[in-house]
């Protein structure tokens, strides 16, 4: 387990822009499906338990890799998203379907995460809906720098110390799991109830 943190951070404070009832166009990875991933997340939650309020546990159909925000609904034209879901399908078409390995853990300021390998075609899918992006509105948002592709098992629900959920984390070994990418999905996301729920928009299938 690597610990890169000696204090937490209350995860659900709200961000520039962001309130209740708010709505975002993102793309994500998303493990539907996925038994693999869901043993293993079911596993750091059995294992996170004893925590109980310090952490909010991640259900298995939340669970997402974050990729690449496009804008806030009422702010981005939906003939606009259509236009960037036709142009992604076009670039994603040429990325071949590939496997990750999920885990093991790294401990953050404001959650758990699990490192992801190998990164480089996560990259791949990111750079091309950046792309796709860029080709319809001519800018793209969030910097294309700075992305470490991860998933998060749990998000810190406060303000308080790191050492005892490193102690937790340091007293397990857990199997890292196998995952098979074969789509990005387009979704429209929310924080209103401390998690980040969403509905899809657009799966896009890869090559």
Excluded: C
Excluded at 31 to 50: I, T
């Amino acid at each position: 387990m690597t610990t890169q943190t000696e204090t937490m951070r209350n995860h659900w404070w709200w961000r520039p822009g962001w309130n209740v009832g708010r709505r975002f166009y993102t793309w994500h990875l998303t493990f539907d499906g996925q038994d693999d991933v869901h043993r293993l997340a079911a596993e750091y939650r059995s294992a996170l338990a004893p925590l109980g309020d310090v952490l909010t546990p991640i259900p298995d159909r939340w669970l997402h890799l974050t990729m690449q925000g496009i804008g806030f609904v009422g702010e981005t034209k939906e003939q606009d998203v259509n236009s960037i879901v036709d142009a992604a399908r076009a670039r994603l078409a040429a990325i071949p379907a590939f496997d990750l390995q999920i885990g093991p853990e790294v401990l953050d300021p404001e959650a758990v995460l699990l490192r992801v390998r190998p990164d480089d075609p996560v990259r791949a899918v990111r750079n091309a809906i950046r792309e796709a992006i860029g080709d319809v509105l001519g800018e793209v948002p969030e910097k294309a720098e700075g992305f470490t592709p991860h998933v998060s098992v749990a998000y810190s629900a406060g303000d308080g110390p790191a050492e005892p959920i490193a102690q937790i984390l340091s007293g397990i070994n857990l199997t890292p799991a196998q995952a098979r990418i074969s789509s990005a999905e387009l979704i429209v996301i929310h924080r209103d109830n401390q998690m980040y729920e969403w509905e899809s928009f657009a799966n896009v299938p890869l090559g």
